[in-house]
């Protein structure tokens, strides 16, 4: 029996799928086609290869702080997966991250076969996605590297490539010749009609020691830095930190870069086996449009959305009525508070927009108008000088840190449920259709006792609103004091 861990990278911001995908949420959590997030799919997916000779330990996520409870909240979601999390303080690429989880997987003393796997791609055949990845398993308790080629379909530029020798072997594997970079058009065109490439998918199955020893041979600094780093480790139920300051001085390098395009080139075997799955990394707009249900005029639509004398489009509606009018290769993405339009061909330069966003210090680059938080979420309806208007909702059983503002008061309207308010040195309860005042300078607390969720209104008023202006001074979610 092999034991298998699956690994999920879910670090990406995932910039190019702005305005859906942010800093506070980015893509692989969003639902862009089905009922799961990108990230519950993917986990879903290398959960699901269990075999008569596989077997599936506890699935590892390296994750970061700021989306560790988007990542708890999914992961509860799905039946049968029970799941760690690793906490990266500071993002260092991937390399440091699969170093981590391979000593997390290793810590009892086994050592797994890993399955790794970014938490923003779609696969539309999980059936041959299975197969691809038990023989992979198969190849890889031997000790070998083995990566998963996608068979491509087109000359695409935005993929790096992997050349193989063209032999297969016993579970259908080549032996790797090359990695390539994100070629130009006419070399992908040569790529493809030579039959010698396939596109890299990012995810490899190997040994955890088979990973820390090439590592070792390659990266010595980022493997040693790492090992320090989880030497002194701390844990909080199914958050598993790394040492911060030791996590700081690791050097930020790719798994690619770090060693798998080492390996050829030292006489070390990379195996690759073919996947033709229907996969896609949903690296830009254009490609969430060329997976989705098109219809006969090749448009995706979702939402509230219109459209006549329209093609080859993608409108995406998270609320309003969007409408298009004699319009073609298109995209065209609505939330409450950004729209995108840009020619679908150009869908990869969205990511300049986000930059322009950052140097301008705004902040729709980063949050939504609707903002997720461990308790639940809020949603800032209207703001003007000296006011804020928010939509609260608070989980069962939840509660909000216990905190004062110095620059603001607040006005509390519970639409439904009950709430728990504490303010100052009163407790007190507070119904549907009622309401309460917290002052300015007052030490309080939101609460959810009940068992239905918890929405109140909010207004706020003083001199200034911005989030910055809390301190806490009691957490259940281990958040620092601001």
Not at 95 to 124: F, H, I, K
Request: glycine share 8%; charged share 20%; aromatic share 8%.
């Amino acid at each position: 029996m092999i034991k298998v861990v699956p690994v999920v990278l879910c670090g990406g911001s995932g910039t190019r799928l702005w305005p859906l995908s942010r800093g506070g949420f980015p893509k692989q959590f969003l639902v862009l086609s089905g009922k799961d997030s990108l990230f519950q799919q993917a986990v879903q997916r290398v959960n699901d290869i269990a075999a008569q000779d596989v077997q599936i330990g506890q699935t590892l996520i390296v994750t970061n702080e700021e989306h560790r409870f988007l990542a708890l909240d999914q992961l509860r979601e799905l039946k049968n997966v029970s799941a760690s999390l690793l906490l990266e303080p500071v993002g260092k690429n991937t390399a440091p991250a699969l170093t981590l989880a391979a000593l997390a997987s290793m810590a009892e003393g086994d050592d797994p076969v890993l399955v790794v796997t970014p938490a923003d791609q779609t696969v539309g055949d999980p059936d041959a996605f299975r197969e691809a990845l038990r023989q992979s398993v198969r190849v890889a308790q031997s000790g070998d590297i083995v990566i998963l080629g996608v068979t491509p379909d087109r000359p695409e530029t935005g993929y790096g490539y992997i050349r193989h020798d063209g032999a297969a072997g016993l579970y259908g594997e080549y032996t790797v010749r090359q990695f390539a970079e994100k070629p130009d058009v006419i070399t992908a065109r040569h790529y493809l009609d030579s039959g010698e490439y396939v596109w890299n998918s990012g995810m490899f199955i190997l040994r955890a020691s088979t990973w820390l020893k090439a590592l070792q041979q390659f990266r010595p600094d980022i493997a040693e830095t790492t090992q320090i780093s989880w030497q002194e480790r701390s844990t909080d139920a199914q958050f598993i930190r790394p040492a911060e300051a030791a996590f700081r001085q690791i050097p930020a390098e790719s798994i690619d870069y770090a060693v798998m395009e080492q390996c050829p080139v030292s006489a070390l075997p990379i195996r690759m086996i073919p996947l033709n799955a229907g996969w896609n990394d949903l690296g830009a707009w254009d490609a969430v449009w060329q997976t989705g249900n098109q219809d006969a005029q090749g448009n995706v639509c979702h939402g509230d959305v219109l459209q006549t004398d329209t093609g080859n489009s993608l409108i995406y509606s998270s609320g309003r009525l969007v409408s298009t009018v004699g319009v073609s290769n298109l995209i065209v993405i609505e939330t409450p508070d950004a729209v995108l339009v840009a020619d679908r061909s150009r869908s990869q330069d969205v990511k300049a927009i986000v930059s322009m966003l950052g140097e301008q210090k705004r902040t729709e680059h980063t949050l939504h108008r609707k903002v997720h938080r461990p308790w639940g979420w809020y949603d800032s309806i209207d703001e003007e000088e000296r006011f804020k208007v928010k939509r609260i909702q608070v989980k069962p059983g939840a509660s909000l840190s216990l905190q004062k503002h110095h620059h603001r008061a607040e006005h509390w309207i519970v639409v439904r449920g009950t709430a728990e308010v504490t303010c100052g040195d009163k407790v007190s309860l507070v119904t549907e259709n009622q309401s309460t005042y917290i002052p300015l300078g007052e030490m309080h607390r939101l609460a959810n006792p009940g068992t239905i969720p918890l929405e109140i209104i909010e207004v706020q008023s003083g001199s200034y609103l911005g989030e910055d202006d809390i301190v806490r001074f009691d957490d259940f979610y281990g958040r620092t004091k601001k």
